[in-house]
């Protein structure tokens, strides 16, 4: 079962704070990207943050830069979204994905949705303001 299954979501007031894990099984884990993404209601599925496998490096839209923090667990297999001064804006379901390619180049940021090969099934985010 590769698919990423994710959780956490929930209700919280505008300026709070919330945090996500997802959990995804399978082989080589440890070396693969790990991304969030986010979609709200009639809009399309953007991307939030990511995490290297090589390094644990990690990359943020600026949207939610200085805001969000994105970590992983390698022994648990299982990356984290810290978010803090959360804004109705960030109002979403937010999905899990994981990159599976033979090769990913330490030096290219990838955003798209197609750059990640499995997805889980969302948990809702709400904000309340």
């Known amino acids: 079962q590769v698919q990423p299954v994710e959780s956490g979501g929930g209700l919280v007031e505008a300026g709070g704070t919330l945090r996500l894990s997802c959990t995804a099984s399978g082989r080589f884990f440890s070396s693969s990207i790990m991304g969030w993404f986010r979609q709200a209601p009639g809009k399309e599925r953007e991307f939030v943050a990511a995490i290297r496998g090589s390094d644990d490096s990690s990359y943020y839209a600026d949207s939610v830069k200085g805001r969000f923090t994105i970590s992983r667990d390698n022994a648990k297999s299982t990356v984290y979204l810290q978010m803090s001064s959360l804004k109705s804006e960030d109002t979403a379901v937010y999905y899990c994905?994981?990159?599976?390619?033979?090769?990913?180049?330490?030096?290219?940021?990838?955003?798209?949705?197609?750059?990640?090969?499995?997805w889980g099934q969302g948990t809702q985010v709400t904000i309340s303001s």
């Open positions: 994905a994981k990159r599976s390619r033979v090769y990913s180049s330490g030096s290219v940021y990838y955003t798209g949705t197609k750059d990640f090969d499995h």
